[in-house]
């Protein structure tokens, strides 16, 4: 039995085939999931602490954040349990 977007074999954001294992997404939120994660490591201990939260609410307000990573940004901020 399925679920509505629950299906294992689609990205959680955009429901196109999952191609990394790992982290359960497509290759385009794979590739932004890591950019996004490399970015709060870095902003993490350039501000001391951080919330994930307070991390994913700045940087979807920056001009430079690409479509593909505001797209993982909005998902992690409804959804942090997917943030590992
Ligand atoms: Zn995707």
Known sequence: MRT???????????GMKIVDATT??????????????DAYSLWYAAYGSLTTDAFLKRLLTLP???DRAREMARFLSRDPERWK
């Open 64 to 66: 430079e954040t690409g």
């Open 24 to 37: 359960s997404f497509c290759g385009n939120h794979s590739e932004a999931y890591r950019k996004v994660n």
């Open 4 to 14: 509505e977007g629950e299906d294992l074999d689609q990205c959680a954001v955009c």
